[in-house]
């Protein structure tokens, strides 16, 4: 196989000539043709270009080999449908081993039914969210598939979302993104394939407790069963368990609770707070890339800055997207960003967050979840608890004086807005944070400051405010056969990390029912 980097083709020009470099170069018919990475470089806004690196060779592409298979009698559960989740289950299933997938909210067809009523009538359902429900968090997102990580497993995840219907170029564009419109098939694939190898999906269903016994000579307990209760009708039920995954997410603040009561170790972990800040594409695009802009894909920004004692940066940015009311409890306001995979839309959002210290919120397991938690109440508070988000012009935000009307950029959040005083919702060191930051950010982005730039309020459920301790073995450290996974359990942040770690659980997993190492 040969590989070239490093071509460069201007905008327009056709990927065909990529492949007519290769025969070049190879002299030969090619028979196996792949391009291995795609980026755009802008630094020249008059000489805009796609970078690729490509592979080549006259011999048809090796298959890969098989994972080697087992048909275990052992169950084992996964608990939440998230990306940690449903990656570990699909691992699982390509080992021979057929797991329980139980999760609170409803499968993806009905759990959009539900948000968008949310979004529209403001009726929250806390089972049933953009937190949670069939795909987990990412659901209604930009399913942006970019890591900072560099786990061994990151190149499977981007496999198995295009296998499951994700575009294909997700395998090589060095900032790939699914969007949420194809996340959804890529969701009731990966269920079928599950369920068609003899997996099955528990919806509706709430991991509430579980019974444990001692195991020889371990000063460890093991985990016996899990108790499950039904969301819809109250009905609870016991599940007999060999191992179980459990990858709730970082929304999961019940759960959390139970299992603290339960005597599962956690400790607490730092978190950012901040806001939605939002722009025209045009604007964006234009800034990024010059006159050429509308030749390209929607762009996007990374920014820090380092002008406030506070660290703040830009996340999960969601070109050509929408801010989207993102609460999964009744009573508190959260706000998140989400982009369909043409990343069309009028206006661009990106978090921007504020790192918090122990300190801000105190050292307590929970400070920093009842700290988050005050925050979502105060902004439904002060929109006259109806999930209307605050806002504020950023020309406003600098002065602490409330907006009266908006100016060229328009909100995108579906549940309504009310101008408000984000300094009396955020705590004092965020907001002079944010007030240095916005400016010093705009000498890196022009027009990022824009006065009429929309801050939305409040975005909250940036990590887990918490973390779930597992050894060497991945296994919990209070109790065997439990394996904290993802986001939720702190090993993880955003989409393909914490598919990433679902992998690594599951082939640890497949490693001990092999080993019928069982019990530690
Ligand atoms: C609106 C939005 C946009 C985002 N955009 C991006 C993006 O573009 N790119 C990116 O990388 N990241 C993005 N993220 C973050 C990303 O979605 C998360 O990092 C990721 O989903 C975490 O995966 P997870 O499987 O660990 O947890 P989750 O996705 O949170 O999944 C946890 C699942 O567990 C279920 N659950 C919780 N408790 C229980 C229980 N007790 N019993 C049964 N089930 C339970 C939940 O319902 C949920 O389905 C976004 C998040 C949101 C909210």
């Known amino acids: 196989m040969k590989r070239l980097d490093n071509i460069k083709l201007h905008i327009g020009e056709s990927e ?75 691992r699982l299933v390509e080992h021979g081993i057929a797991p329980i997938i139980i999760e609170r909210g409803e499968c993806v067809e009905e759990r959009e039914q539900t948000t968008l009523k949310f979004f529209k009538s403001r009726v929250l359902n806390p089972q049933s969210n953009v937190q949670f429900g069939e795909g987990g968090a990412g659901t209604f997102s930009d399913g942006k598939l970019n890591t900072q990580t560099h786990n061994g497993n990151n190149r499977d995840v981007l496999e198995y979302f295009a296998r499951f219907g994700a575009p294909k170029e997700i395998l090589y564009l060095n900032k790939p993104h699914i969007g949420s419109d194809n996340l959804k098939t890529v969701l009731k694939n990966i269920r079928k394939f599950i369920e068609n190898n003899g997996g099955k999906y528990l919806f509706n269903t709430q991991f509430i407790g579980f019974n444990k016994f001692q195991s020889g000579k371990s ?89 406030h004692e506070r660290t703040v940066f830009t996340f999960c940015m969601c070109p050509g997207g929408v801010v989207i009311p993102a609460a999964s409890e009744e009573g508190g306001v959260v706000v998140n960003g989400m982009s369909n995979y043409a990343r069309n839309g009028l206006n661009s959002n990106s978090a921007l967050m504020v790192q918090m210290k122990a300190d801000d919120f105190g050292g307590e397991l929970f400070s920093g979840m009842e700290f988050q938690r005050e925050i979502e109440r105060m902004a439904f508070e002060a929109g006259g608890r109806t999930y209307a988000a605050p806002v504020q012009l ?127």
């Open 16 to 90: 065909q000539t990529l492949i007519k470099i290769a025969q070049k170069n190879l002299k030969k018919p090619v028979k196996f043709f792949k391009i291995l990475k795609k980026s755009l470089d802008a630094r020249d806004k008059n000489n805009i270009l796609w970078v690729y690196s490509i592979a080549f060779s006259e011999e048809p592409e090796e298959v890969r080999p098989s994972l080697e298979k087992l048909c275990s009698a052992t169950q084992v559960a996964v608990i939440g449908s998230g990306p940690a989740g449903l990656m570990c289950g699909l």
């Open 219 to 307: 000063n460890r307990p093991k985990l016996k069963s899990l108790i499950l209760k039904n969301t819809k009708t109250g009905e609870e039920s016991e599940l007999e368990v060999g191992f179980t995954v459990l990858a709730v997410g970082h929304s999961s603040r019940d759960t959390f609770k139970m299992l603290d009561r339960s005597g599962i170790k956690m400790t607490p972990r730092d978190f950012a707070i901040g806001v939605r800040i939002e722009h025209l594409a045009a604007q964006i695009g234009l800034a990024q890339y010059g006159k050429n802009y509308k030749l390209l894909p929607a762009a996007d920004y990374k920014l820090v800055s380092h002008a």
């Open 394 to 520: 950023y020309k406003d935000f600098a002065l602490d004086k409330i907006s009266q009307g908006f100016g060229e950029v328009e909100p995108t959040y579906a549940a309504g807005t009310f101008f408000a005083p984000l300094n009396e919702i955020l705590p004092s060191v965020a907001v002079s944070a944010l007030k240095a930051a916005i400016p010093d950010m705009d000498k890196r982005l022009r027009g990022f400051a824009n006065p009429s730039a929309i801050l939305t309020g409040v975005e909250t459920r940036f990590s887990s405010p918490v973390k779930i301790e597992r050894g060497e073995d991945l296994q919990s450290v209070s109790l065997a056969g439990l394996y904290p996974c993802g986001e939720g359990a702190g090993y993880s942040g955003g989409i393909t990390s914490s598919a990433a770690d679902g992998i690594k659980i599951a082939e640890k997993i497949f490693e001990n029912i092999k080993n019928h190492t069982i019990f530690i």
